[in-house]
């Protein structure tokens, strides 16, 4: 997604080019993170599945990725009963997303003409079908990962459930390359940008349950799970911003769109204190139509809908959870990264390496 800035926030870009620090403030959550009680056999198992395609073989290189807890995600989000089978395609999932979303970033692909291709090939595979276009070494790797993982998750999957998780990842495919006008063009396109919609159905096949479509495109329903997507991308943004800002992507974040087009943002501390206030709209907007279902699943007596409605509690605080927690936006060996919650001042220097983060049940190494 490319920003169209206005002239008349020549200071704004002058302040976030100069910009040395930001606090991050304490975020208060309705529920406690849960994890899957086979998080740290998943874990591994999905960082080892990942390397094989990637080509990561030193061990160095292996802790460094380790330290990412990609697969955590998964176990975060996934209920303590689903089978450890299909927990391990979630962590293994988690980790073919990420990597596809960070090579369809890339400047070669794009620079190439290869995006869109490639974005269609990834969608060729996803729905089962192997006409996708002619690829470039470079995509070889994540296909064939996509080729393996994929025959499987659709198989766990119903038919309206997989038709509704095509239907999210092709959204998600399609907001590459694409320019906004504004902050509120920008949160539309940061929705399906952000791949966490596409975790809905997933949790539907942890559960084995399969929605009708009768119950999933409810207005209501619709709500509580934009609530929830909104919550995990404005998340997304708040911890990547250091990490983005050290890569020079400054533009593609929430918080520097709202410095240099929201005429009451002044400074990357406004963006911050702003962001954190939707945070929390967010989180109670889902919990207002996440009631309406459960007492419409109840009046049904609709077991399937009230397992699914238990299961996404989770997401929110899952969510978080694992953006505190992960070296891809805080550095390798960072002693602040230490399996809690935390807030405070965040200094915007090249990562320098620390001892490593003191022993703490999520934090499982290599």
Same mark, same amino acid.
């Given at each position: 997604?490319?920003?169209?800035?206005?002239?008349?926030?020549?200071?704004?870009?002058?302040?976030?080019?100069?910009?040395?620090? +930001?606090?991050?403030?304490?975020? /208060?959550?309705?529920?406690?993170?849960?994890?899957?009680?086979? &998080?740290?056999?998943? =874990?591994?198992?999905?960082?080892?599945?990942?390397?094989?395609?990637?080509?990561?073989?030193?061990?160095?290189?292996?802790?460094?990725?380790?330290?990412?807890?990609?697969?955590?995600?998964?176990?975060?989000?996934?209920?303590?009963?689903?089978?450890?089978?299909?927990?391990?395609?979630?962590?293994?999932?988690?980790? !073919?997303?990420?990597?596809?979303?960070?090579?369809?970033?890339?400047?070669?692909?794009?620079?190439?003409?290869?995006?869109?291709?490639?974005?269609?090939?990834?969608?060729?595979?996803?729905?089962?079908?192997?006409?996708?276009?002619?690829?470039?070494?470079?995509?070889?790797?994540?296909?064939?990962?996509?080729?393996?993982?994929?025959?499987?998750?659709?198989?766990?999957? !119903? #038919?309206?459930?997989?038709?509704?998780?095509?239907?999210?990842? @092709?959204?998600?495919?399609?907001?590459?390359?694409?320019?906004?006008?504004?902050?509120?063009?920008?949160?539309?396109?940061?929705?399906?940008? *952000?791949?966490?919609?596409? +975790?809905?159905?997933?949790?539907?096949?942890?559960?084995?349950?399969?929605?009708?479509?009768? *119950?999933?495109?409810?207005?209501?329903?619709?709500?509580?799970?934009?609530?929830?997507?909104?919550?995990?991308?404005?998340?997304?943004?708040?911890?990547?911003?250091? @990490?983005?800002?050290?890569?020079?992507?400054?533009?593609?974040?929430?918080?520097?769109?709202? !410095?240099?087009?929201?005429?009451?943002?002044?400074?990357?501390?406004?963006?911050?204190?702003?962001?954190?206030?939707?945070?929390?709209?967010?989180?109670?907007?889902?919990?207002? &139509?996440?009631?309406?279902?459960?007492?419409?699943?109840?009046?049904?007596?609709?077991?399937?809908?009230?397992? &699914?409605?238990?299961?996404?509690?989770?997401?929110?605080?899952?969510?978080?959870?694992?953006?505190?927690?992960?070296?891809? +936006?805080?550095?390798?060996?960072?002693? =602040?990264?230490?399996?809690?919650?935390?807030?405070?001042?965040?200094?915007?220097?090249?990562?320098? /390496?620390? #001892?490593?983060p003191k022993p703490h049940p999520y934090l499982y190494d290599i």
């Amino acid at each position: 997604m490319e920003a169209i800035v206005s002239s008349s926030k020549i200071h704004a870009v002058e302040h976030l080019l100069s910009l040395k620090s +930001y606090s991050l403030p304490q975020i /208060l959550l309705a529920h406690p993170v849960k994890c899957h009680p086979d &998080y740290t056999s998943i =874990c591994k198992e999905s960082d080892e599945w990942i390397f094989s395609y990637l080509g990561v073989t030193s061990p160095e290189h292996k802790k460094r990725l380790a330290q990412w807890r990609v697969p955590i995600f998964a176990a975060f989000l996934t209920p303590p009963s689903s089978p450890k089978r299909r927990t391990l395609l979630g962590g293994k999932f988690t980790w !073919l997303i990420t990597a596809l979303d960070d090579q369809l970033d890339e400047s070669k692909i794009s620079q190439a003409g290869r995006s869109c291709q490639y974005r269609d090939a990834i969608l060729s595979i996803f729905s089962g079908r192997s006409d996708y276009p002619a690829i470039l070494p470079a995509e070889v790797p994540l296909l064939r990962a996509c080729e393996e993982l994929m025959p499987e998750i659709r198989s766990f999957m !119903l #038919p309206p459930t997989l038709n509704r998780f095509l239907a999210y990842t @092709k959204q998600w495919s399609q907001t590459f390359d694409v320019a906004y006008e504004s902050t509120q063009v920008f949160k539309e396109l940061r929705r399906d940008n *952000v791949w966490i919609t596409a +975790y809905f159905p997933m949790i539907e096949m942890f559960l084995g349950l399969g929605l009708g479509d009768d *119950v999933a495109g409810s207005k209501d329903f619709l709500a509580a799970q934009d609530a929830i997507s909104d919550h995990a991308w404005m998340v997304n943004d708040l911890f990547s911003f250091a @990490k983005e800002f050290r890569d020079e992507k400054k533009l593609s974040n929430i918080l520097s769109v709202s !410095l240099l087009m929201d005429s009451c943002v002044h400074t990357i501390q406004d963006a911050i204190d702003l962001l954190c206030t939707e945070l929390q709209a967010k989180e109670e907007e889902f919990l207002y &139509y996440h009631g309406i279902l459960v007492k419409r699943a109840q009046a049904g007596n609709n077991q399937d809908l009230l397992r &699914y409605l238990e299961a996404i509690l989770a997401v929110i605080p899952g969510n978080l959870h694992f953006h505190y927690i992960t070296a891809r +936006y805080h550095g390798y060996n960072n002693p =602040c990264v230490n399996g809690e919650a935390w807030h405070g001042k965040v200094i915007l220097q090249p990562n320098t /390496l620390g #001892p490593p983060p003191k022993p703490h049940p999520y934090l499982y190494d290599i």
